[in-house]
């Protein structure tokens, strides 16, 4: 055998030292905890449809009426406390290929203590403008679905939209005599929709209108009373496809789809707002018409099935693709 060189036998004396001793040559591998811009988009004939993540957290059970049936609920789904139920929080864009139309606003900030108020980052990161928005449609009036509209100093966010809401949503929340009579636990639902809806009054860009009214070419006005009084949803058609946006119809999708009976303390009118869930979901569990709700898990949208005396959530996927449906 040839004797081995010195530099060839130096150097693998080295790395055997290396291997046997590593030696740290670099700082500890830093974490990235920011998450992918919170924006999907799915097509509903020529609408282009985009879910827009407003932000999540944590919604109590105590919030909801029936605690067995409720606790039950929550214990035999994925949540990972059983104390309490994820929630999330999401608008929706309609681009008609004429019209840019946002389906609530989100929180901006006025509610939900900093883990809300993302939906400006997330209609930008979409690749939008507020300057862009045409219209809005506000489902009802609560601060987590309005707040976006507005700057805590009184400012529009949407400076060139015009933004529409139902009559008795409106002359319910912005009524001086209402807010007069109301709790106190709810004087920061009055204080807030005054506050926000402010500006766009005073710009005369605030619109009621009643059911029977036309607020746009293939959008259908669809009263949902019982959570707040004029509390409503939209259905969009477009080439024999349809999407409702819903609002607040599910505060709880693992609780209130297995027991529609369950409503929330946010209802002004529980019996009412029961009523309304029950008609609505045995309307829908056929999958011809979309869905797309605020506090479903995001992107929000997809279809009701029957599921025994229950029903049950078939979610549209998130995807980095757009599929043309």
Same mark, same amino acid.
């Given at each position: 055998?040839?004797? @081995?060189?010195?530099?060839?036998?130096?150097?693998?004396?080295?790395?055997?030292?290396?291997?046997?001793?590593?030696?740290?040559?670099?700082?500890?591998?830093?974490?990235?905890?920011?998450?992918?811009?919170?924006?999907?988009?799915?097509?509903?004939?020529?609408?282009?449809?985009?879910?827009?993540?407003?932000?999540?957290?944590?919604?109590?059970?105590?919030?909801?009426?029936?605690?067995?049936?409720? @606790?039950?609920?929550?214990?035999?789904?994925?949540?990972?406390?059983?104390?309490?139920?994820?929630g999330a929080e999401s608008g929706f864009l309609v681009n008609t290929g004429k019209q840019v139309?946002?389906?609530?606003?989100?929180?901006?900030?006025?509610?939900?203590?900093?883990?809300?108020?993302?939906?400006?980052?997330?209609?930008?990161?979409?690749?939008?403008?507020?300057?862009?928005?045409?219209?809005?449609?506000?489902?009802?009036?609560?601060?987590?679905?309005?707040?976006?509209?507005?700057?805590?100093?009184?400012?529009?966010?949407?400076?060139? +939209?015009?933004?529409?809401?139902?009559?008795?949503?409106?002359?319910?929340?912005?009524?001086?005599?209402?807010?007069?009579? +109301?709790?106190?636990?709810?004087?920061?639902?009055?204080?807030?929709?005054?506050?926000?809806?402010?500006?766009?009054?005073?710009?005369?860009?605030?619109?009621?209108?009643?059911?029977?009214?036309?607020?746009?070419?293939?959008?259908k006005i669809v009263p949902l009373p019982g959570h707040t009084p004029g509390h409503t949803g939209?259905?969009?058609?477009?080439?024999?496809?349809?999407?409702?946006?819903?609002?607040?119809?599910?505060?709880?999708?693992?609780?209130?789809?297995?027991?529609?009976?369950?409503?929330?303390?946010?209802?002004?009118?529980?019996?009412? +707002?029961? +009523?309304?869930?029950?008609?609505?979901?045995?309307?829908?569990?056929?999958?011809?018409?979309?869905?797309?709700?605020?506090?479903?898990?995001?992107?929000?949208?997809?279809?009701?099935?029957?599921?025994?005396?229950?029903?049950?959530?078939?979610?549209?996927?998130?995807?980095?693709?757009?599929?043309?449906?």
């Amino acid at each position: 055998m040839k004797n @081995m060189s010195t530099p060839i036998f130096i150097a693998a004396a080295v790395l055997g030292i290396s291997l046997a001793h590593p030696m740290s040559v670099r700082a500890d591998a830093p974490q990235h905890h920011d998450q992918v811009p919170g924006f999907h988009r799915l097509a509903v004939g020529d609408l282009e449809v985009t879910s827009l993540y407003d932000g999540g957290g944590q919604f109590e059970p105590r919030w909801l009426n029936g605690q067995q049936r409720i @606790m039950t609920a929550v214990a035999n789904t994925a949540q990972k406390e059983p104390h309490f139920l994820d929630g999330a929080e999401s608008g929706f864009l309609v681009n008609t290929g004429k019209q840019v139309i946002l389906v609530d606003a989100g929180a901006g900030q006025w509610w939900g203590g900093g883990a809300l108020g993302r939906l400006e980052t997330s209609l930008r990161s979409a690749g939008y403008t507020p300057e862009q928005v045409d219209l809005v449609l506000i489902t009802h009036l609560h601060s987590d679905h309005v707040g976006g509209l507005t700057t805590r100093d009184g400012k529009r966010v949407f400076s060139n +939209a015009e933004v529409y809401v139902a009559k008795a949503e409106n002359d319910f929340w912005l009524s001086a005599e209402m807010a007069a009579k +109301a709790p106190k636990e709810a004087q920061e639902f009055f204080q807030g929709a005054q506050a926000i809806s402010a500006p766009y009054i005073k710009a005369g860009r605030w619109h009621t209108f009643s059911s029977s009214d036309e607020i746009g070419e293939g959008i259908k006005i669809v009263p949902l009373p019982g959570h707040t009084p004029g509390h409503t949803g939209y259905e969009f058609s477009s080439k024999g496809q349809r999407i409702l946006f819903w609002g607040d119809v599910i505060h709880a999708q693992s609780v209130q789809l297995k027991h529609p009976e369950v409503s929330v303390a946010f209802d002004i009118d529980p019996a009412a +707002a029961v +009523a309304t869930r029950n008609k609505l979901l045995t309307a829908l569990v056929d999958g011809k018409v979309l869905v797309a709700g605020p506090h479903m898990a995001f992107p929000g949208a997809g279809r009701l099935r029957k599921d025994g005396n229950a029903y049950s959530w078939a979610p549209i996927l998130f995807t980095d693709q757009w599929i043309p449906r």
